[in-house]
């Protein structure tokens, strides 16, 4: 049968057939298209998770990488001496950034356990006095060496940072960067930074102790630099000028605590070294003190501020557990290892003094004052020599090495036969040089007198003596109540052989000032030369008796270690009532 073209039901059929077979090759395609879109799909998430997990494996690579490397650079245990960084200028009030910031780095990371960072004042003696710092550093057990730079780039401050070792060789590096009017941030940055890279746990309290700049004013912040730099030289101006700029700096910012503690730790100092001991001042540090703690109640500053305050009222038990608060978060705070010692030595317990000032000197070894702390806590145990090998040590960073010998290193020496042969005759040219430049100095005089008798040289030493009583009888001539004139002629005339004069010239002075601590310390220093006869080195227990009351007089109205280390007291100091008589007053 044959087809026909015109058939109508053909072409119907036809266009079925054609259309059937369009629409099952489109659903075809359309399968394969989505088909392949699946599986494209698949291979790009393949590849995403394929990545993924690369990038973790990478991270995880890398972290166990920088961890060991890091435990190769750095030891367990770490000394680190943070030197003064170079800077090429000052800023407008005059703080020296290198110095500056070197020291707020080293005071940050006081916190750090595992790291132990040399105090500040050792770093700025060491490079005032050594030829080859670095070196000098090394060789007092501090292996590692952070120095940097300081530059001011107009619009932001950059500092760069590098430790070496004691091959000179870096072991790390850094770079920060603070527009200039977040310069405050960099001590900080910096200190977190070397936190991670020498692997420090902190605890949470230091962790936020350390991340709190203090204050986002930079003008006050430079105030406030400048007075740790002045405080630090510890001179009357100095402080006195340390004090101008913390008043400053919280004026500038009055919700900044450590310009509040700095003020109040200047007036520590005026009122510890008795320039300054009206109630007035007084009343102010603990004004500052509390306005300190009331901002930050966790800062250091203020708490070690308070702590040397309650000492000074004679609360001793309530400043020790406050120095013990700060220890425990900054174990490596000099100043409060400074303080506990001093308070420890207070309350009687030299051997807790003599570990926790020997701490202090672990961290700063070329600290003046814990030398002279070390002196003084060792000649208190009759370890005179210890006490001189630590004199010895201060003697290059003193400002007055010649005053030092004079007055500090007398009083160790005439207590030890072998140290007044090695070291007399130096001290005897130290006197011999600072009573040529001030013949009129009475203490000098006096000290002068002492180190020749001990030295045996009888005649000479009465010539300055003689000399003493020339000066002070024609004072007390014109100023016939004069207390300390007469106290001093006492002094002259027992150490001249005339003990009942001096007795009676002492009972004079007391008339007068019954209740002067100097007065009362020289009193006790006559009866302990006295009470020791030169025959059979017998003990006159009436002379003994009235040394240690008025010593307890002394160290109740004002505790003065200097003086109970004074050379006068060797021979009330071997006794075992003169530790008794200084605590007991104390508890």
């Given at each position: 049968?044959?087809?026909?073209?015109?058939?109508?039901?053909?072409?119907?059929?036809?266009?079925?057939?054609?259309?059937?077979?369009?629409?099952?090759?489109?659903?075809?395609?359309?399968?394969?298209?989505?088909?392949?879109?699946?599986?494209?799909?698949?291979?790009?998430?393949?590849?995403?998770?394929?990545?993924?997990?690369?990038?973790?494996?990478?991270?995880?690579?890398?972290?166990?990488?920088?961890?060991?490397?890091?435990?190769?650079?750095?030891?367990?245990?770490?000394?680190?001496?943070?030197?003064?960084?170079?800077?090429?200028?000052?800023?407008?009030?005059?703080?020296?950034?290198?110095?500056?910031?070197?020291?707020?780095?080293?005071?940050?990371?006081?916190?750090?356990?595992?790291?132990?960072?040399?105090?500040?004042?050792?770093?700025?003696?060491?490079?005032?006095?050594?030829?080859?710092?670095?070196?000098?550093?090394?060789?007092?057990?501090?292996?590692?060496?952070?120095?940097?730079?300081?530059?001011?780039?107009?619009?932001?401050?950059?500092?760069?940072?590098?430790?070496?070792?004691?091959?000179?060789?870096?072991?790390?590096?850094?770079?920060?960067?603070?527009?200039?009017?977040?310069?405050?941030?960099?001590?900080?940055?910096?200190?977190?930074?070397?936190?991670?890279?020498?692997?420090?746990?902190?605890?949470?309290?230091?962790?936020?102790?350390?991340?709190?700049?203090?204050?986002?004013?930079?003008?006050?912040?430079?105030?406030?630099?400048?007075?740790?730099?002045?405080?630090?030289?510890?001179?009357?101006?100095?402080?006195?000028?340390?004090?101008?700029?913390?008043?400053?700096?919280?004026?500038?910012?009055?919700?900044?605590?450590?310009?509040?503690?700095?003020?109040?730790?200047?007036?520590?100092?005026?009122?510890?070294?008795?320039?300054?001991?009206?109630?007035?001042?007084?009343?102010?540090?603990?004004?500052?003190?509390?306005?300190?703690?009331?901002?930050?109640?966790?800062?250091?500053?203020?708490?070690?501020?308070?702590?040397?305050?309650?000492?000074?009222?004679?609360?001793?038990?309530?400043?020790?557990?406050?120095?013990?608060?700060?220890?425990?978060?900054?174990?490596?705070?000099?100043?409060?290892?400074?303080a506990k010692s001093k308070i420890l030595v207070k309350m009687g317990n030299l051997e807790e003094a003599y570990t926790i000032i020997n701490r202090?000197?672990?961290?700063?070894?070329?600290?003046?004052?814990?030398?002279?702390?070390?002196?003084?806590?060792?000649?208190?145990?009759?370890?005179?020599?210890?006490?001189?090998?630590?004199?010895?040590?201060?003697?290059?960073?003193?400002?007055?090495?010649?005053?030092?010998?004079?007055?500090?290193?007398?009083?160790?020496?005439?207590?030890?036969?072998?140290?007044?042969?090695?070291?007399?005759?130096?001290?005897?040219?130290?006197?011999?040089?600072?009573?040529?430049?001030?013949?009129?100095?009475?203490?000098?005089?006096?000290?002068?007198?002492?180190?020749?008798?001990?030295?045996?040289?009888?005649?000479?030493?009465?010539?300055?003596?003689?000399?003493?009583?020339?000066?002070?009888?024609?004072?007390?001539?014109?100023?016939?109540?004069?207390?300390?004139?007469?106290?001093?002629?006492?002094?002259?005339?027992?150490?001249?052989?005339?003990?009942?004069?001096?007795?009676?010239?002492?009972?004079?002075?007391?008339?007068?000032?019954?209740?002067?601590?100097?007065?009362?310390?020289?009193?006790?220093?006559?009866?302990?030369?006295?009470?020791?006869?030169?025959?059979?080195?017998?003990?006159?227990?009436?002379?003994?008796?009235?040394?240690?009351?008025?010593?307890?007089?002394?160290?109740?109205?004002?505790?003065?270690?200097?003086?109970?280390?004074?050379?006068?007291?060797?021979?009330?100091?071997?006794?075992?009532?003169?530790?008794?008589?200084?605590?007991?007053?104390?508890?």
């Amino acid at each position: 049968m044959e087809f026909e073209p015109t058939n109508e039901d053909l072409k119907v059929w036809e266009k079925r057939i054609y259309d059937s077979r369009e629409k099952r090759l489109r659903d075809e395609e359309a399968a394969l298209a989505r088909q392949r879109e699946i599986e494209q799909k698949a291979r790009k998430q393949k590849i995403k998770t394929a990545r993924r997990l690369t990038a973790v494996f990478i991270v995880a690579l890398l972290a166990i990488l920088i961890y060991e490397f890091q435990k190769d650079i750095f030891p367990q245990t770490v000394f680190l001496a943070v030197q003064t960084f170079s800077s090429s200028e000052h800023a407008g009030n005059g703080t020296n950034l290198g110095s500056s910031f070197a020291r707020e780095i080293a005071d940050k990371m006081s916190s750090f356990d595992n790291v132990t960072v040399m105090g500040s004042s050792s770093i700025q003696n060491i490079e005032r006095t050594s030829h080859n710092p670095t070196s000098t550093m090394n060789s007092l057990g501090f292996m590692y060496i952070l120095k940097g730079s300081v530059v001011n780039k107009g619009a932001t401050y950059e500092v760069y940072v590098n430790v070496v070792d004691t091959s000179n060789k870096d072991v790390w590096s850094g770079h920060f960067e603070q527009p200039a009017s977040s310069i405050m941030q960099l001590p900080k940055e910096i200190s977190l930074q070397l936190a991670k890279v020498m692997g420090v746990k902190l605890t949470d309290q230091a962790e936020t102790n350390l991340k709190i700049t203090g204050t986002t004013n930079v003008p006050a912040f430079l105030l406030y630099l400048k007075g740790k730099e002045d405080l630090e030289k510890r001179t009357l101006s100095s402080v006195k000028e340390a004090y101008i700029q913390f008043t400053q700096a919280f004026n500038a910012d009055p919700q900044y605590a450590n310009a509040y503690a700095g003020a109040a730790s200047a007036l520590l100092v005026k009122i510890e070294n008795r320039w300054d001991r009206s109630d007035s001042t007084m009343n102010q540090t603990e004004q500052l003190i509390n306005q300190s703690l009331k901002l930050q109640p966790t800062f250091p500053m203020g708490k070690v501020a308070k702590a040397r305050l309650l000492s000074l009222k004679k609360k001793l038990s309530d400043a020790n557990k406050l120095l013990d608060d700060v220890l425990s978060q900054y174990p490596h705070h000099v100043e409060a290892l400074l303080a506990k010692s001093k308070i420890l030595v207070k309350m009687g317990n030299l051997e807790e003094a003599y570990t926790i000032i020997n701490r202090a000197y672990v961290i700063s070894p070329r600290d003046a004052e814990v030398l002279l702390m070390e002196g003084y806590i060792n000649t208190f145990k009759g370890k005179f020599r210890d006490a001189m090998q630590y004199s010895d040590y201060a003697l290059p960073i003193v400002e007055d090495s010649s005053r030092y010998l004079s007055e500090t290193v007398l009083d160790f020496v005439m207590a030890d036969p072998d140290l007044q042969i090695s070291s007399g005759g130096r001290i005897v040219n130290a006197c011999t040089q600072m009573v040529r430049n001030n013949p009129r100095d009475m203490k000098i005089l006096y000290h002068q007198a002492q180190i020749l008798q001990v030295l045996g040289k009888i005649p000479e030493a009465n010539q300055p003596l003689l000399t003493m009583r020339s000066i002070l009888q024609n004072q007390l001539i014109s100023q016939p109540r004069n207390a300390d004139a007469m106290m001093n002629l006492a002094l002259m005339l027992t150490r001249y052989g005339s003990f009942p004069e001096g007795i009676d010239m002492a009972r004079r002075a007391v008339s007068i000032s019954r209740n002067d601590p100097s007065i009362l310390y020289k009193l006790a220093q006559m009866y302990s030369v006295q009470m020791a006869s030169h025959k059979g080195a017998k003990i006159d227990a009436t002379k003994k008796s009235e040394a240690l009351k008025y010593l307890g007089e002394a160290v109740n109205l004002d505790y003065r270690i200097d003086e109970l280390a004074d050379g006068d007291f060797f021979n009330l100091r071997s006794q075992p009532e003169f530790l008794t008589t200084i605590q007991m007053q104390l508890k």
